[in-house]
């Protein structure tokens, strides 16, 4: 019975920690341009280089 007062916090914390981690993913624009990734994944030509 004392492993599950140590386990359900720790699981509640972690599963706190990955929600935080997704919603600051969105908030930072990791997900704004999913069309274009899948296009450059596909794309044979070498990267332009930077001026």
């Known amino acids: 019975m004392t492993a599950l007062a140590w386990t359900i916090p ?3 914390f972690l599963g706190g920690l990955g929600l935080a981690g997704f919603l600051w993913s969105l908030k930072s624009g990791q ?12 794309d044979d030509d070498p990267p332009e280089p930077r001026r």
Not at 31 to 42: E, K, V
């Open 31 to 42: 997900y704004d341009d999913l069309d274009g990734a899948s296009w450059r994944a596909l």
């Open 10 to 12: 720790i699981a509640l």
